[in-house]
């Protein structure tokens, strides 16, 4: 079965960083890509970064793109997400998903990921 768990979340101050984890299980780490989605209240999930150790593949949103860096520990089985130079609009739930098509920088409808973690909230204050 193919389990993921977030971690990291909290509460920062604008400017601040965090870094985000999520902790796969159940599954060959290489198979997947791994994408980090976030939701903020009243607004749709929307798609933040992703990494495909098998195509090479990282991707940034244009929101977060200079400010965010997604990684990758094999041996962990674990993905990161630094997010540095937080906003006040960063402020969500983040949520880490399986991607086992590995269509990373493609974002598809949440129902299509093979599994997605319970999310972290980020609460970033002005």
């Known amino acids: 079965e193919v389990q993921l768990v977030e971690s990291g979340g909290g509460l920062v101050q604008a400017g601040g960083s965090l870094t985000l984890s999520c902790a796969a299980s159940?599954?060959?780490?290489?198979?997947?890509?791994i994408h980090w989605f976030r939701q903020a209240p009243g607004k749709e999930r929307e798609g933040v970064s992703c990494i495909s150790r098998k195509t090479g593949i990282i991707y940034y949103s244009k929101f977060v793109k200079g400010r965010f860096t997604i990684s990758s520990d094999n041996a962990k089985n674990t993905v990161y997400l630094q997010m540095n130079s937080l906003k006040p609009e960063d402020t969500a739930v983040y949520y880490c998903?399986?991607?086992?098509?590995?269509?990373?920088?493609?974002?598809?409808?949440?129902?299509?990921?093979?599994?997605w973690g319970q999310g972290t909230q980020v609460t970033v204050s002005s």
């Open positions: 998903a399986a991607d086992g098509l590995r269509l990373c920088p493609m974002f598809r409808d949440p129902s299509e990921y093979d599994s």
């Open positions: 159940g599954f060959t780490f290489d198979d997947y890509a």
